[in-house]
Structures are given as C-alpha cells and as structure tokens.
C-alpha cells in the first residue's frame, strides 16, 4: 500500500467522521441509542438479507469481470472475481469520483496473470454496463414513482440531472474507447509525450517500447469481445443484478425495522436517485452529496428523526459495511498473492 493509497483512506475516514457527525447533528432529537433500539427490535430475517445484497454487491462486480476474462481465455476462478470485485469497490470508495477503483483491480487481475491489455477490455467494458445499469435504475425509478423526484428539493434535482447527464457521457467515453482503439492510443501517446516533457524521459521511453504491442493486444481483444453479443449481455445481467442488490439493501433495511411497503418502495426509489445524482461528486464515496439526498428523499415520508435513522442504517450498510468488507477481502488476498510470490 503507496503512500497515496494510506493519505486518501485517512483522509476518507476523517471525511465518513464529519460525515456522520453533521448528519446526526441536524437533529436534536437524534441519538445512536434510539438507533441501536431500533436495530435491537429489528426483524433479523430482512436485515440479513440486507446484508446478503450487500456481499452480492461486490460479487457480481467480479463475476463481471470474470466473465469478461474467461471469455477471452483467461482466469474463470470465482474467488479472484470475488478479490476483483471487493478492490473496484473498496478503491472506488476512498478515491476521489471513484477514480482509485480500475487501476487497483487491474493491479490485482495483473497479478493473477491476466494480461495488461485483457484487464483493461475488461475494465472498460465494465464501466459502460455499470453505467448503463445506473441509469437505467434510475429511470425505472423515475417511470414507477416520478412524485419522488418532484418532491426532491432543488439542489437534488439539479445532482439527479447533472449526475445522470455526466454518467451518460462518460459512458458514451468508455464505449467509444473499445470500439475505437485508436483513440485510446492517441491519449496514451499525448500522456507519453506530457511526461516526457516533465523530465520523466527513460519512464517515457519505456512506456514507448510497451505501447505499440498493448494497444495492438488491446485492440484484438475489443474486437474479440464485441463480437461476442451473448457475452456483452452476460456482462449487462451481472452489472444490473449488483444495481439491483445495491438498491435492494435499502429496501430489506426498511423491511427490517419495520417500515410498510409503501415507505419500503419509496425508499428504494429514493435511493436509485440518489445513486445516480451523488455518483460523479468529485469526493470519496460521494460521502456528504449521497447523505444530504437520502435525508432529502426519506423526509418526504418520514418525521426529521425518522429519516436520519434511516439514512444512517442505509449508509451504513451500503457504504460503509460494503468498503469494511471490501478491505478484508482485499487485505487477505493480498496476502496470499504475496505469499504465493516467496513460494
């Protein structure tokens, strides 16, 4: 672990603390206790299979890429899936716009002897379905129960609209990027010359050496996968089915303490927007921008007390138990991937 890595998951537990704090301190009445009762009183049945969405969460990031990786002939192990998985989503979550996530899973699929170009396909690929998935959660969302969006305030409005917006160009971006090769090449080739110019000049050269054979790599596999119609939907099935159990956690947590199956629903409307509007603020885990927009949504039919125990149970399952679970699959398989490198 860099000394990047360490500043930014210090600096994503000093923000996740204040993140917290502001959230509790919006209301007098607010107080762990009543939320610990509450959780005490909880129906034990809905609340494991919230956090059986939650692993399934990570699963079926992994599952993903495996199928993109074993479709192009390399590594079919669901325990690596899982480890692929659990990187994307602790990285993601500590990174600024979730920008740590890819290069750590790639460091991972590099070191489970899938090649640089294979794990960039796969990565890529990945990004377009998930964001694919994302937006069409979110309009699912809007079709059945439009009233949630109406009854946001302005300032989430404006996030569900930019953010869908910005997820749409991004993967519009990542899509173009596998069907044309040559466009990632020309960046690869201005980065080149950029840090080239900086001084990083016998980097720069290596990196000239490796270029042309990766992005020919890379362009057969793109060609290979696109190819492949029932793979690309494959793809889309697992991505959507970890929209699906990501947003399912809201739901089993509303189940669990008691909430009817109206509130239940909006809920989970509420947190298919606040997905899709919190997901590109350039800050770890969104944290703050997605708080603010479920507080927003659960208020609409929930008392003030209500809706920030809801929020903090939400959070704390999808975030923070998805990162906490996240890091001890990350940290055991780097461990044993270290291990296996002294063997």
């Not at 979550?93 to 920008?99: E, K, R, V």
């Not at 479920?294 to 809801?310: P, R």
């Not at 991937?337 to 063997?343: E, F, L």
Request: hydrophobic residues 55%.
């Amino acid at each position: 672990m860099n000394k990047k890595t360490i500043f930014w998951a210090i600096f994503s537990i000093i923000i996740a603390v204040l993140t917290v704090w502001a959230v509790t301190a919006q209301s007098r009445s607010f107080s762990f206790d009543r939320l610990l009762e509450l959780l005490r009183s909880s129906n034990k049945i809905w609340l494991l299979l919230s956090f059986a969405s939650m692993l399934g969460y990570i699963w079926f990031e992994g599952l993903s890429i495996i199928t993109v990786t074993s479709s192009l002939g390399y590594t079919k192990s669901y325990k690596r899936g899982l480890l692929f998985g659990a990187s994307d989503v602790y990285f993601s979550a500590i990174t600024p716009s979730a920008s740590g996530g890819q290069p750590a899973c790639a460091w991972f699929m590099l070191q489970s002897g899938v090649p640089a170009a294979t794990a960039t396909v796969a990565l890529l690929i990945t990004l377009v379905m998930y964001t694919l998935a994302l937006l069409l959660s979110g309009l699912t969302a809007l079709v059945f129960n439009f009233s949630v969006f109406l009854d946001f305030s302005r300032l989430s409005k404006i996030m569900v609209v930019v953010g869908s917006a910005i997820l749409l160009i991004l993967g519009f971006f990542f899509l173009l990027l596998l069907i044309r090769p040559k466009i990632l090449y020309n960046m690869c080739i201005a980065f080149n010359s950029f840090i080239r110019g900086i001084g990083f000049v016998k980097f720069s050269e290596r990196l000239d050496k490796k270029l042309g054979k990766l992005i020919e790599d890379y362009s057969l596999c793109s060609k290979l996968l696109l190819g492949k119609g029932r793979i690309i939907f494959r793809i889309f099935i697992w991505n959507m089915l970890q929209r699906i159990s990501y947003i399912m956690i809201t739901f089993f947590l509303f189940k669990a303490v008691g909430h009817n199956l109206s509130h239940s629903l909006k809920a989970l409307v509420v947190q298919c927007l606040a997905s899709a509007g919190s997901n590109c603020v350039p800050i770890p885990g969104a944290m703050g921008a997605a708080d603010y927009m479920l507080i927003d949504g659960f208020k609409q039919f929930l008392s003030e007390e209500a809706a920030i125990n809801m929020e903090v149970l939400c959070r704390g399952v999808t975030f923070y138990g998805s990162v906490t679970t996240g890091l001890i699959f990350v940290v055991i398989g780097y461990i044993i991937i270290q291990i296996r490198k002294k063997k």
